[in-house]
């Protein structure tokens, strides 16, 4: 006589029920880390769907694809600024980097767009510096700088330019600083004894009245006259901050050799243009971006979860981004899976070989307009920047 437990209609109910509490384990375990992720995430994501979208792809059969994935390149904008509600230009893009990933090619890309270029505002006629997109949607609603920026890039670039985060003083120098710090080569002394010491337009800050003033001004194409003209819309008096307040200390230095930046030196070391350039700027900029990754990488944060879970922390009011949650946990799959991916590098600027260039002045100040007046050389070299010579002057003239 068959003992009742090891008849087969029990067991495999046995083997059911057993199968439906793992399960079920399994769920409230995941749900509780997608809660966790997704919480942080949200935080910084201006993307639409939330935690239910994220809860969404992590079932079996949802497809977790980004946007140019399938067609082997992701491209996401990376920007940075003062902030929101700071003064002195809070929302101007002043660093703006696109970067592209091949996953199954194993190669990386940054180009770094000048913030003087000149473009048309999308969804307008009128002519700005490009740094003043991100600036001009934010004043129509939260985000819609993100989508301005990602319309104007994939424009100028010819890349479908899907996603965009920004970071702005606080969060930069946050990030830096969660890490340790991070290590940076100076083969001469740096010093920046001009940028930082500049006059501003008089606000809280700026309180020293110098008794010159600063035009705002506007390109519009006037349809009587069939051209573009240009008028000032504001003028304001610029003020200098007392001594004791300049940001970066007035005059910034740093000594030659091998030197750990904490945060406040990376970011105005990102920051220093005056006494180089804006391009010289912008190549340290990608270095110190290098920096941070190599960090990120030996340090074993990206894949320690407590570690990403405090700088998350850190960055939540600092950061935003379009991309959900899930579409974050993805572009994480991707990248880890990356090992010493090689990385190609440019720099727009004024020459045949950054293919802009600075045309005489007609009163909308110092500007760049790309090479032909037309954006097919740039489309070319960004099209072909993994196959072509790196950039020769990559690395930055101290």
Same mark, same amino acid.
């Given at each position: 006589m068959l003992n009742k437990t090891s008849q087969p209609g029990f067991m495999k109910r046995k083997w059911v029920k057993i199968a439906l509490v793992v399960l079920a384990l399994?769920?409230?375990?995941?749900?509780?880390?997608?809660?966790k992720t997704g919480n942080l995430l949200n935080k910084i994501s201006n993307g639409d769907g939330g935690l239910l979208s994220s809860l969404m792809h992590?079932?079996?059969g949802v497809k977790d694809e980004l946007q140019g994935e399938e067609e082997g390149q992701v491209n996401i904008a990376l920007l940075g600024m003062r902030g929101e509600g700071v003064t002195g230009g809070g929302t101007l893009?002043?660093?703006?980097?696109?970067? +592209?990933?091949?996953?199954?090619?194993?190669?990386? +890309?940054?180009?770094?767009?000048?913030?003087? $270029?000149?473009?048309t505002v999308p969804g307008t006629q009128d002519k700005?510096?490009?740094?003043?997109?991100?600036?001009?949607?934010?004043?129509?609603?939260?985000?819609?700088?993100?989508? %301005?920026?990602?319309?104007? $890039? +994939?424009?100028?670039?010819?890349?479908?330019?899907?996603?965009?985060? +920004?970071?702005?003083?606080?969060?930069?120098?946050?990030?830096?600083?969660?890490?340790?710090?991070v290590n940076f080569h100076l083969d001469?002394?740096?010093?920046?004894?001009?940028?930082?010491?500049?006059?501003?337009?008089? %606000?809280?800050?700026?309180t020293i009245p110098t008794g010159e003033f600063e035009n705002k001004t506007i390109k519009y194409f006037s349809k009587s006259a069939n051209i573009y003209k240009t008028r000032v819309i504001e003028t304001h008096p610029l003020c200098n901050a007392p001594a004791g307040t300049l940001e970066c200390g007035g005059n910034f230095s740093l000594p030659a050799g091998d030197i750990t930046l904490n945060g406040d030196q990376a970011l105005c070391l990102s920051r220093s243009r005056v006494t180089t350039s804006d391009f010289e700027r912008a190549k340290r900029?990608?270095?110190?971006?290098?920096?941070?990754?190599?960090? $990120?990488?030996?340090?074993?944060?990206?894949?320690?979860?407590?570690?990403?879970n405090a700088i998350l922390d850190n960055l939540g009011d600092n950061v935003r981004t379009d991309m959900q949650a899930w579409e974050m946990k993805r572009f994480y799959e991707l990248y880890s899976k990356m090992v010493n991916p090689q990385l190609y590098q440019r720099v727009m600027e004024n020459s045949e070989e950054g293919m802009l260039y600075n045309p005489p002045a007609d009163g909308a100040g110092y500007i760049l307009l790309p090479i032909g007046d037309n954006y097919d050389k740039i489309h070319d070299v960004v099209k072909n920047i993994f196959t072509l010579p790196p950039q020769s002057d990559i690395k930055p003239k101290m």
């Amino acid at each position: 006589m068959l003992n009742k437990t090891s008849q087969p209609g029990f067991m495999k109910r046995k083997w059911v029920k057993i199968a439906l509490v793992v399960l079920a384990l399994l769920i409230v375990g995941g749900g509780l880390f997608a809660w966790k992720t997704g919480n942080l995430l949200n935080k910084i994501s201006n993307g639409d769907g939330g935690l239910l979208s994220s809860l969404m792809h992590s079932l079996p059969g949802v497809k977790d694809e980004l946007q140019g994935e399938e067609e082997g390149q992701v491209n996401i904008a990376l920007l940075g600024m003062r902030g929101e509600g700071v003064t002195g230009g809070g929302t101007l893009a002043d660093t703006i980097i696109i970067v +592209s990933i091949r996953p199954a090619e194993n190669k990386i +890309s940054m180009v770094s767009v000048p913030r003087d $270029l000149y473009v048309t505002v999308p969804g307008t006629q009128d002519k700005q510096k490009i740094n003043a997109v991100h600036a001009y949607g934010e004043q129509r609603g939260r985000g819609q700088g993100l989508e %301005d920026m990602k319309t104007i $890039l +994939s424009d100028v670039t010819g890349l479908n330019v899907a996603y965009a985060t +920004s970071i702005n003083f606080e969060g930069f120098k946050a990030l830096v600083d969660s890490i340790g710090g991070v290590n940076f080569h100076l083969d001469a002394p740096f010093s920046e004894a001009m940028q930082f010491n500049e006059a501003h337009v008089c %606000d809280s800050f700026f309180t020293i009245p110098t008794g010159e003033f600063e035009n705002k001004t506007i390109k519009y194409f006037s349809k009587s006259a069939n051209i573009y003209k240009t008028r000032v819309i504001e003028t304001h008096p610029l003020c200098n901050a007392p001594a004791g307040t300049l940001e970066c200390g007035g005059n910034f230095s740093l000594p030659a050799g091998d030197i750990t930046l904490n945060g406040d030196q990376a970011l105005c070391l990102s920051r220093s243009r005056v006494t180089t350039s804006d391009f010289e700027r912008a190549k340290r900029q990608q270095l110190i971006i290098q920096a941070i990754k190599d960090k $990120l990488l030996t340090a074993g944060t990206l894949t320690d979860f407590s570690k990403l879970n405090a700088i998350l922390d850190n960055l939540g009011d600092n950061v935003r981004t379009d991309m959900q949650a899930w579409e974050m946990k993805r572009f994480y799959e991707l990248y880890s899976k990356m090992v010493n991916p090689q990385l190609y590098q440019r720099v727009m600027e004024n020459s045949e070989e950054g293919m802009l260039y600075n045309p005489p002045a007609d009163g909308a100040g110092y500007i760049l307009l790309p090479i032909g007046d037309n954006y097919d050389k740039i489309h070319d070299v960004v099209k072909n920047i993994f196959t072509l010579p790196p950039q020769s002057d990559i690395k930055p003239k101290m």
